[in-house]
């Protein structure tokens, strides 16, 4: 029986292996939900960690990213490179590969002994082999390369059992691959190779053709076709944006009935007062404004992941590679640019994977205009405020023509602005575009899963924190003045005329106007007046730069400090709003517009520019990037308001 | 010969990659001196190319194609 004792030292494993050979499953399958992404110090190539019992010794495993060989051609590969080289010396590797394609895996495996490092062999995708009529002689393998092989099916969770108990009685072994050494890297490559090649032929029968890949190269003829190629492409995208505004609407609502009732429910619960006053209007209103986000975030989320883990965006990327070059991008920019309308955050963190740093750099710039998630929901709330919902042109329904317009312009922006960069931007470095095209293969559901888990979270927390922060700053700004000036508005109201509850709604808009929230507000009023915009837009704009899907929060709370019995929707409010000067509706047609158009182009993401930063390593480019954002934006704006006022 | 110049569905052998960064990232990715090597399809637009080598199956520029020296098979 075994014992769970502390006497067990923990060991240490790390998972390497080529692209797209189920690597990631089987640290999902070993890790389970025991996992974190990191960062490996200095770069943002993610780090992802976790860890199992086993006859209670505690296995750390570490998942390093998919690299073809020690010889690394991206920022991607030199991590892994970099990390391999320095593991301790009784840290155990795991080297997963492909059974089908052991010739070609196997080069990445025979450095990494010659690097006098403790190897595990790991040979995934068994029932591919089976279907495809393969066989392999294990031990004969075995022998051949000194080194214990465990086969395991990661998807269908077979032989994890026996690679946990490998990894528990590994016994250190003393081994080597290619002795002779050449100084020529390609030489020496070629020795490994042909080495390589002769111990596979002899371990290694074949007895039919390959199905998976005849019928990768089937799909391909469709899939990249000139024609239907293209169309595949566009309604694919089509098909996205219309489950994001459609399939997600239903929790959506849900979410935020919810929240409206939980509001209720906590407001008669604690006694009136600051308390009360705060965590209802500050900190529920803004977690509310985040948490409705979920479902589209998750189903974006879902169909990215999925079109990746099938090996369609390999596809996609072969044909944009030649029109994306044309604007200073490439190929491999379809990635980051797709995922840039759930967030940019984990957009240009994918943009690693383009070799040439020009293209990644220019990649990286124009992404944020793509639009995010997170303008979603104030697309949606301004939008509501000029078109009511069943509005149409023609078939379609004119808010989400109006939603597909602004997608579109941003996209638009985005390559155009690339096409500008390339122009300014030097390099002399070569821009390749080598990439694989993995066989196509169901998407593995549970990987899905933990992508979308994974993404939520880092949602949820990571922006909830600013989000809630930013809330509550925004509260007590918005709730306390300098002075005795809220008292004086109290006495100027005393002896109104007035019934009590228009009083009150008279003295919340003063209070409001008097308070640092509006001293804010009323000091960057002159820069965006001719913009359309007042003070309490001036407000959101200011807090909106943590994150834009602030701007709704920052409505709710600007609005509700008016509205003490939170009866109307922050959408009603925002109709009813009027000028503090003129008396005049607020949301015309042109601030509306303007006020749009200004969230498409601005740059305001803290959390963006952190991460440009650091992938750049350079203050420079999130400055530039701010700053060229935020004139398109001025500028754009300023046009549009005058078009329509 | 070059790769770049063989046409949609014709095979070659490997003789030679003149860009060294470039010959140790296809030889990684299963592309061998002495391996056969297949143009599988060409993009729409003309550039780049699918190329595949046994069950190796990658795309590749053409300006990359033109430093693989390749023995056409007639």
């Given amino acids: 029986m075994p014992t769970i004792s502390s006497k067990n030292k923990p060991k240490n494993i790390v998972l390497i292996g080529n692209p797209n050979t189920g690597k990631s499953t089987l640290f999902n399958s070993l890790t389970g939900l025991n996992q974190k992404i990191?960062?490996?110090?200095?770069?943002?190539?993610?780090?992802?960690?976790?860890?199992?019992?086993?006859?209670?010794?505690?296995?750390?495993?570490?998942?390093?990213?998919?690299?073809?060989?020690?010889?690394?051609?991206?920022?991607?590969?030199?991590v892994a490179k970099n990390y391999i080289e320095n593991t301790n010396k009784d840290d155990l590797i795991i080297?997963?590969?492909d059974a089908t394609n052991l010739k070609r895996n196997l080069l990445l495996f025979s450095q990494i002994i010659d690097l006098d490092k403790q190897v595990l062999l790991v040979l995934n995708m068994m029932d591919l082999l089976q279907k495809n009529k393969q066989e392999i002689n294990f031990d004969k393998l075995s022998k051949s390369l000194n080194c214990p092989i465990i086969p395991i099916n990661a998807i269908l969770n077979k032989g994890i059992n026996q690679l946990k108990e490998a990894v528990y009685n590994y016994k250190e072994n003393?081994?080597?691959?290619?002795?002779?050494?050449?100084?020529?890297?390609?030489?020496?490559?070629?020795?490994?190779?042909?080495?390589?090649?002769?111990?596979?032929?002899?371990?290694f029968t074949e007895n039919g053709k390959n199905k998976s890949y005849l019928l990768t190269k089937k799909i391909d003829n469709i899939v990249t076709h000139k024609v239907y190629g293209y169309l595949i492409f566009f309604g694919i995208l089509l098909f996205i944006f219309q489950a994001i505004f459609s399939w997600a609407s239903y929790p959506m609502d849900l979410i935020d009935n919810g929240f409206s009732l939980l509001c209720d429910y906590v407001s008669t619960l604690l006694p009136e007062g600051i308390a009360n006053d705060l965590i209802v209007n500050g900190i529920l209103a803004g977690l509310g404004g985040i948490v409705i986000f979920v479902p589209q975030i998750a189903i974006l989320f879902a169909f990215i992941t999925i079109l990746e883990d099938t090996g369609y965006m390999s596809r996609v990327s072969f044909l944009m590679d030649r029109i994306l070059r044309q604007f200073g991008l490439n190929g491999k920019s379809v990635?980051?640019?797709?995922?840039?309308?759930?967030?940019?955050?984990?957009?240009?963190?994918?943009?690693?994977?383009?070799?040439?740093?020009k293209e990644r750099l220019i990649t990286i710039m124009v992404a944020p205009l793509i639009s995010c998630s997170a303008r979603i929901p104030v697309y949606t709330i301004l939008i509501a405020l000029i078109v009511s919902e069943d509005e149409s042109y023609g078939i379609f329904n004119l808010q989400g023509l109006l939603v597909m317009g602004l997608y579109l312009l941003g996209f638009v922006t985005a390559l155009l602005s690339a096409w500008v960069m390339k122009l300014i931007i030097k390099s002399k470095e070569k821009s390749t575009f080598t990439l694989e095209m993995p066989v196509y293969r169901a998407p593995r559901w549970k990987n899905v899963g933990f992508e979308i888990l994974s993404k939520v979270k880092v949602f949820l927390f990571d922006a909830g924190k600013i989000i809630i922060a930013i809330s509550i700053i925004l509260w007590v700004l918005s709730s306390y003045a300098p002075g005795n000036k809220f008292e004086e508005i109290n006495e100027k109201y005393s002896n109104s005329s007035?019934?009590?509850?228009?009083?009150?709604?008279?003295?919340?808009?003063?209070?409001?106007?008097?308070?640092?929230?509006?001293?804010?507000?009323?000091?960057?009023?002159?820069?965006?007046?001719?913009?359309?915009?007042?003070?309490?837009?001036?407000?959101?704009?200011?807090t909106s730069f943590a994150a834009r899907e602030v701007f709704v929060g920052t409505m709710?709370?600007?609005?509700?400090?008016?509205?003490?019995?939170?009866?109307?929707?922050i959408r009603e409010k925002m109709m009813a709003a009027t000028n503090h000067k003129t008396g005049e509706k607020i949301y015309t047609k042109a601030t509306t517009f303007s006020l749009l158009i200004f969230y498409v182009f601005a740059m305001q993401c803290m959390a963006t520019?952190?991460?440009v930063y650091r992938e750049t390593n350079s203050i420079k480019w999130p400055v530039i990037q701010v700053v060229y954002m935020g004139a398109l934006a001025y500028l754009s704006s300023l046009l549009v308001y005058s078009i329509f006022s | 010969m070059t790769l770049d110049q063989l046409p949609e569905n014709k095979t070659g052998i490997i003789k030679q990659i003149n860009d060294k960064n470039l010959a140790i990232q296809l030889l990684a990715m299963g592309f061998i001196l002495g391996g056969e090597v297949k143009i599988e399809r060409i993009a729409p637009l003309k550039d780049p190319i699918l190329i595949t080598s046994g069950t190796?199956?990658?795309?590749?520029?053409?300006?990359?194609?033109?430093?693989?020296d390749i023995n056409p098979d007639l």
């Fill in chain 1, 609 to 611: 520019l952190a991460i």
């Fill in chain 1, 38 to 78: 990191g960062n490996f110090p200095g770069v943002t190539v993610d780090k992802k960690t976790g860890s199992f019992n086993y006859k209670g010794t505690k296995i750390n495993v570490v998942d390093l990213p998919g690299t073809y060989s020690l010889a690394p051609n991206s920022e991607d590969e030199r």
């Fill in chain 1, 335 to 357: 990635i980051p640019l797709l995922s840039s309308t759930a967030c940019a955050i984990p957009a240009i963190m994918g943009a690693r994977t383009i070799a040439n740093y």
């Fill in chain 1, 498 to 542: 007035l019934d009590k509850s228009e009083t009150n709604v008279l003295i919340a808009s003063d209070k409001l106007e008097a308070s640092y929230a509006g001293i804010i507000g009323k000091t960057i009023e002159p820069a965006i007046e001719p913009l359309g915009f007042d003070w309490k837009i001036g407000i959101s704009l200011v």
């Fill in chain 2, 56 to 68: 190796n199956y990658i795309s590749i520029r053409k300006s990359d194609a033109k430093n693989i």
């Fill in chain 1, 556 to 569: 709710a709370t600007l609005y509700s400090v008016g509205d003490a019995d939170n009866t109307l929707s």
């Fill in chain 1, 174 to 203: 003393k081994n080597s691959f290619l002795i002779n050494n050449s100084s020529k890297t390609i030489d020496e490559t070629m020795l490994r190779i042909n080495k390589i090649n002769k111990i596979v032929d002899d371990v």
């Fill in chain 1, 95 to 97: 080297v997963v590969v």
